[in-house]
């Protein structure tokens, strides 16, 4: 029994998860305000849908998928003190967020260059507010990595920056939850 | 090194991807596009980040619940807000 109370263990500073919890709660709002407007107009808003590309949205689901597992495996390299692993892992993380980015810029140039903007209509004005605000979330966390990978090739005990590679890694997963549900809302259901 | 990527978490990952080609599959086939069982495997999927990749299946009991709540409120309303189409 005392074993499983030594397990507990929140990752990274405890401040790290009033944000990210905060974030997710902002982001549940989206959802909801996003399917209570599309309830008010349910064809404008299927219409509006059959533009976007769902190829590039489930390519960069995978991506974000695949950048959040390379996280984990970054960190588990760390715990058993394989620096140069970890470093590998998390740039490897980098990269993949790197590609969902190159993806979002060439499908948001497609949907301008087809004369579809922030003021089309309502759908796709959530669709760039919401997906814009990932999208700064994702370039704020590729910062990060960035800076955890530099971290990572200096020579400090990595026990000592433990909570602050945990917490790196809670705001990266963080990213590829909320892309899951925007994908599915705007992407896919009909 | 290999036992690394030999971990339960590489196979959450496989079912996280299995999924999304699951819920891919099923946006582009009018027939089985069903608003409620596509969130439902949505929010399958953002439990597994969570619990999984967050970790907070190893977390103090009270982590664990807000996470659980925010999921469950989320996931139902939705649902209800899609039950029109």
Same mark, same amino acid.
């Given at each position: 029994?005392?074993?499983?109370?030594?397990?507990?263990?929140?990752?990274?500073?405890?401040?790290?998860?009033?944000?990210?919890?905060?974030?997710?709660?902002?982001?549940?709002?989206?959802?909801?305000?996003?399917?209570?407007?599309?309830?008010?107009?349910?064809?404008?808003?299927?219409?509006?849908?059959?533009?976007?590309?769902?190829?590039?949205?489930?390519?960069?689901?995978?991506?974000?998928?695949?950048?959040?597992?390379?996280?984990?495996?970054?960190?588990?390299?760390?715990?058993?003190?394989?620096?140069?692993?970890?470093?590998?892992?998390?740039?490897?993380?980098?990269?993949?967020?790197?590609?969902?980015?190159?993806?979002?810029?060439?499908?948001?140039?497609?949907?301008?260059?087809?004369?579809?903007?922030?003021?089309?209509?309502?759908?796709?004005?959530?669709?760039?507010?919401?997906?814009?605000?990932?999208?700064?979330?994702?370039?704020?966390?590729?910062?990060?990595?960035?800076?955890?990978?530099?971290?990572?090739?200096?020579?400090?005990?990595?026990?000592?920056?433990?909570?602050?590679?945990?917490?790196?890694?809670?705001?990266?997963?963080?990213?590829?939850?909320?892309?899951?549900?925007?994908?599915?809302?705007?992407?896919?259901?009909? | 090194?290999?036992?690394?990527?030999?971990?339960?978490?590489?196979?959450?990952?496989?079912?996280?991807?299995?999924?999304?080609?699951?819920?891919?599959?099923?946006?582009?086939?009018?027939?089985?596009?069903?608003?409620?069982?596509?969130?439902?495997?949505?929010?399958?999927?953002? +439990? /597994? #980040?969570?619990?999984?990749?967050?970790? !907070?299946?190893? *977390?103090? @009991?009270?982590? +664990? /619940? #807000?996470?659980?709540?925010?999921?469950? !409120?989320?996931? *139902?309303? @939705?649902?209800?807000?899609?039950?029109?189409?």
């Amino acid at each position: 029994m005392n074993k499983s109370v030594k397990e507990k263990h929140i990752p990274g500073e405890t401040g790290i998860w009033v944000f990210v919890l905060g974030d997710m709660f902002i982001f549940g709002l989206f959802f909801v305000t996003f399917a209570y407007y599309r309830s008010l107009d349910i064809a404008l808003f299927q219409q509006s849908q059959l533009e976007l590309n769902q190829n590039w949205g489930a390519l960069n689901t995978v991506l974000l998928l695949t950048s959040s597992w390379f996280v984990v495996i970054g960190m588990s390299a760390i715990r058993k003190n394989l620096r140069s692993m970890s470093r590998a892992c998390l740039s490897l993380a980098w990269l993949c967020g790197f590609g969902f980015g190159v993806v979002k810029f060439f499908e948001y140039g497609e949907k301008i260059e087809h004369g579809i903007t922030l003021t089309s209509n309502d759908f796709f004005m959530y669709y760039y507010i919401f997906t814009g605000i990932h999208f700064l979330h994702l370039i704020i966390g590729l910062c990060v990595l960035a800076y955890l990978i530099l971290r990572l090739g200096k020579n400090k005990p990595l026990a000592e920056d433990l909570p602050l590679l945990e917490g790196g890694a809670t705001y990266w997963h963080m990213v590829d939850l909320l892309w899951i549900v925007l994908f599915s809302i705007l992407y896919l259901i009909k | 090194m290999k036992s690394i990527f030999l971990q339960t978490n590489t196979a959450i990952w496989a079912l996280l991807a299995l999924a999304t080609v699951l819920s891919w599959y099923m946006g582009s086939d009018a027939a089985l596009n069903i608003p409620a069982a596509m969130l439902l495997i949505a929010f399958f999927k953002t +439990r /597994l #980040v969570i619990m999984h990749f967050m970790e !907070v299946n190893h *977390a103090p @009991l009270g982590l +664990r /619940l #807000v996470c659980e709540a925010w999921g469950i !409120v989320c996931c *139902a309303a @939705l649902i209800v807000l899609y039950l029109p189409s």
